[in-house]
């Protein structure tokens, strides 16, 4: 065995590996397979991309309706008011949002309603059917069939929504999706208008239960004012305590007015007292009478005076005078004590407006007390109907707000674009089908080619022959039926007689290859045994080995070929056993060696055959007289050929082998299984037969040459032309 051979892997008792840790993936062991299984896959291939043109013309046209819809960044604000549902500008997640809203069932549900999709067969099989179902189990089948066929997608990073659908009927497809956009914006509307009515209906229930508490919190303060007396003048003050500023005012007033007039009244006795004529005084002096009167009495005293010093002191004019002068200051006088006695009345009345309004002033101080401590509670009661009030106003500027707010609700989406009748139908695309037709085809040749592979446990290539088995490879035996190299006539021929009539053959040069590999992995023998066995019947071994030692005879070699098959003899007209007394009869010592041996004329083989009619003994490989046939033969011949049996069902195989000088083991192309040679290398290396080789027998060389890549074979087309 060379030195690459002995890297290959190995287990216990030279059992090979079956796993190639050099190569995870065998590339060339993958395009043999596709090579090899090319008719497989082409037939499989045609056959599914029939189908799935069958199918393109088979499937209903489909025609897909779009339509777009984008959302508001910025709402109409006609008032400036806060909505029951305020306006947000949208994000990414907002549009993600509307687009599951518009693929959900309850809006499908809207739209199946709106256009009585339940009596169109298309959402309701059972019409077609004739099928009796409830309105809801349609209602529901309409809805899976609506969203089956819905297409809902956000058109890139915008804030715009394509939607689409598919249908049979183009003016369906362009109803259904102009019905569900118009349908997604009335919901929207609808729902505002819903939230404000909601909003106003239960404002004005709470206005009514508001305007029952204000009015039940002002007669609170209403009566707790009118049993206590408190009645408000002004914001921050009461009228008690208006009251109680106005008397300290008046009191204020009337005191000084008391003094005042005291004073007078003092200043008036004083100087009447001290003898005074009550001119000197204030009073006397600033009233008008007193001033006429003084004037009078001045021109008087001064015509008196004329008068006394004119006529004397017993003049009548004079004495007229003054009495009248007399007259005037009595009327003087007179009316000086009148002003003394009014300035008395209004010094005790000033005191009794002091002392009056100092009363009232004293009340009014204790009625403020009272209520100051009445204000208390009131401010309460004030409290609770502020509050009330505050709360009532708000409620009653938010409904006013909300009423104003009705009919002017709008959706947070617009259509962009309304769909069209469509007139080319969006499926089937003959690429799509062509395309699943392809990969229809690779997967399933792909199973088909994984089956004929798992279910073919044979060896196909001599590189195969070196992987699974772990020995070497000595070439590959052609199938001279199948070969390109041999008319009709040279095919029916036996093949051993291919040796003699087309030596220059493939078929021949297999064999001599077969014999140079022995030569080589023997070198340094004179004579070689070689044993000729394969693990299970039906393999050419024994085709092979006449072959073989044909090849070797032709060659020159002293070569002889002794049939060891007790089950399977060599047989044919060239080869006539009754030429010979038999090898059965040579081991019972019945004859000579040269009675048993006959010669092939056409080749100069020796044949040591085995009769038909002789069964001998069971166990002839084990005998004395086998081991020294085997002596004498080495003697005289120069290459020994056995023909021995299959090495799985007859033991003798084993035995055989195990005198050879080398065993070649015989493995049909594609038929044997790897593990059969397996266990039939084990059965041999547990006897110490030295197995040289393995050879690949009847092997089409056309099929070789398309998928036996690690084989000559493969390269057969380069070289046909030296075997014509």
Not at 413 to 442: E, Q, T
């Amino acid at each position: 065995m060379d030195a690459r051979l002995q890297h290959l892997p190995r287990t216990l008792n030279g059992i090979p590996n079956p796993v190639d840790e050099e190569a995870l993936v065998d590339l060339h062991g993958l395009i043999r397979v596709i090579r090899r299984r090319l008719p497989v896959i082409l037939a499989i291939s045609a056959i599914m991309l029939a189908i799935a043109v069958v199918g393109y013309f088979l499937t209903p046209p489909r025609y897909l309706a779009r339509t777009s819809v984008a959302l508001e960044r910025g709402a109409e604000q006609v008032i400036k008011v806060d909505q029951v549902i305020p306006t947000v500008d949208p994000d990414s997640a907002s549009v993600d949002t509307e687009v599951e809203v518009l693929k959900s069932p309850e809006l499908a549900g809207k739209v199946v309603d709106k256009l009585k999709l339940t009596q169109e067969p298309e959402f309701n099989p059972a019409i077609e059917e004739g099928i009796s179902i409830t309105p809801d189990a349609a209602r529901h089948a309409a809805i899976l069939q609506l969203l089956s066929n819905l297409e809902v997608e956000r058109n890139g990073f915008s804030y715009a929504i394509d939607v689409g659908y598919q249908s049979e009927s183009p003016q369906m497809a362009a109803r259904v999706v102009n019905t569900l956009a118009e349908t997604y914006i009335g919901s929207q509307v609808q729902e505002k208008s819903g939230a404000t009515q909601r909003a106003s209906n239960f404002l004005e229930e709470q206005l009514q239960q508001l305007r029952g508490q204000v009015q039940s919190a002002e007669a609170a303060v209403s009566q707790y004012r009118a049993r206590h007396g408190l009645f408000d003048a002004s914001r921050d003050s009461s009228v008690a305590q208006e009251e109680l500023t106005g008397l300290n005012t008046q009191l204020a007033q009337a005191r000084a007015q008391q003094a005042e007039a005291e004073a007078r009244l003092s200043t008036a006795r004083s100087q009447l007292a001290g003898g005074g004529s009550g001119e000197e005084l204030g009073e006397a002096l600033d009233s008008p009478v007193v001033s006429q009167l003084r004037a009078k009495r001045a021109e008087l005293s001064a015509k008196v005076a004329s008068l006394r010093q004119r006529y004397g002191a017993g003049y009548p004019e004079l004495k007229s005078a003054e009495e009248e002068l007399r007259d005037i200051d009595d009327q003087i006088n007179g009316e000086v004590k009148r002003i003394i006695s009014n300035v008395s009345i209004q010094a005790n009345a000033a005191r009794q407006r002091t002392a009056s309004l100092n009363r009232s002033l004293n009340r009014t101080e204790g009625t403020l007390a009272s209520n100051n401590a009445a204000s208390v509670g009131l401010a309460e009661l004030e409290r609770n109907a502020e509050s009330a009030r505050v709360l009532y106003q708000a409620f009653l500027d938010r409904y006013k707000q909300t009423r104003a707010q009705r009919g002017l609700e709008r959706g947070n989406a617009y259509i962009i674009a309304r769909a069209g009748i469509p007139n080319v139908p969006a499926s089937p695309k003959l690429l799509i089908f062509l395309v699943l037709g392809v990969v229809a085809a690779i997967a399933a040749s792909a199973v088909a080619v994984a089956i004929l592979q798992l279910l073919e446990r044979g060896i196909e290539t001599s590189d195969g022959i070196e992987k699974k088995l772990g020995i070497a490879s000595f070439g590959s035996i052609p199938d001279t039926a199948r070969s390109p190299e041999f008319d009709k006539h040279e095919a029916g021929l036996p093949p051993v007689q291919m040796i003699l009539e087309r030596p220059q053959s493939s078929f021949a040069e297999a064999f001599r290859r077969l014999r140079t590999s022995i030569q080589f992995a023997q070198s340094g023998k004179d004579s070689i045994v070689v044993a000729v066995t394969s693990a299970l019947p039906g393999e050419g071994k024994t085709t092979s080995a006449i072959c073989l030692a044909r090849s070797a005879a032709l060659a020159g070699a002293r070569t002889i070929l002794v049939d060891c098959d007790l089950r399977r003899r060599i047989s044919g007209s060239e080869f006539n056993p009754l030429k010979s007394i038999g090898l059965g009869a040579l081991l019972e010592g019945k004859g000579t060696l040269d009675e048993a041996v006959f010669l092939d004329e056409a080749s100069g083989l020796y044949i040591l055959p085995r009769r038909p009619e002789h069964k001998g003994p069971g166990q002839f490989a084990d005998s004395p007289a086998f081991a020294g046939l085997l002596a004498d033969l080495r003697g005289l011949f120069d290459f020994v050929v056995l023909d021995t049996p299959p090495v799985l069902p007859i033991d003798d195989s084993r035995i055989i082998s195990s005198k050879a000088d080398c065993v070649v083991m015989l493995v049909r192309w594609r038929k044997t299984p790897a593990k059969a040679v397996e266990l039939a290398l084990r059965n041999l290396d547990e006897v110490g037969s030295h197995v040289v080789g393995a050879s690949l027998s009847m092997v089409d060389v056309r099929a070789q040459a398309r998928s036996g890549f690690g084989d000559a074979g493969y390269y057969y087309n380069a070289y046909k032309n030296y075997y014509t």
